[in-house]
């Protein structure tokens, strides 16, 4: 059994907002959590706006896809966030769940998404203090 807390970040389509968070926590942890993504109705590609907004930050999601929300997704995580998922994600007792609400990146340019990505950026931070308090700055 690991100790590695594990996330899973859950939007509809898996192509914004749960993609940025997947990346931003992946590359702050740096390996002391464990990151998951899923849409509970996977788009077919990520979002270019968030490809190219991510990647003013150095990080690379052009070989990211959408991927489908499954319940052992649900049932491996510490840490269930949902971001506009409504129902669509199972609850299971003893999980521990957070709705962050977030404008959705769908339709929109880079000028619109950078904000989107700052604001999930610090809630990302946020979460990973609490998870990794040692990495807390």
Excluded at 40 to 54: D, F, G, L, Y
Aim: glycine share 6%; hydrophobic share 45%.
């Amino acid at each position: 059994m690991s100790s590695t807390p594990e996330v899973l970040f859950v939007c509809v389509h898996n192509a914004g907002r749960s993609q940025m968070a997947a990346a931003l926590l992946h590359h702050h942890a740096r390996g002391k959590v464990a990151v998951r993504s899923a849409g509970s109705a996977p788009a077919e590609t990520v979002n270019p706006a968030v490809v190219e907004v991510m990647n003013e930050l150095g990080l690379d999601l052009s070989q990211e896809f959408p991927k489908k929300l499954t319940t052992d997704a649900v049932e491996a995580a510490d840490v269930v966030i949902t971001m506009g998922c409504g129902d669509a994600c199972p609850v299971f007792p003893g999980k521990r769940y957070l709705d962050w609400e977030l404008a959705d990146p769908a339709g929109q340019g880079v000028d619109a998404v950078r904000p989107i990505r700052d604001d999930i950026d610090q809630r990302v931070r946020a979460l990973l203090a609490e998870l990794v308090p040692e990495d807390a700055q």
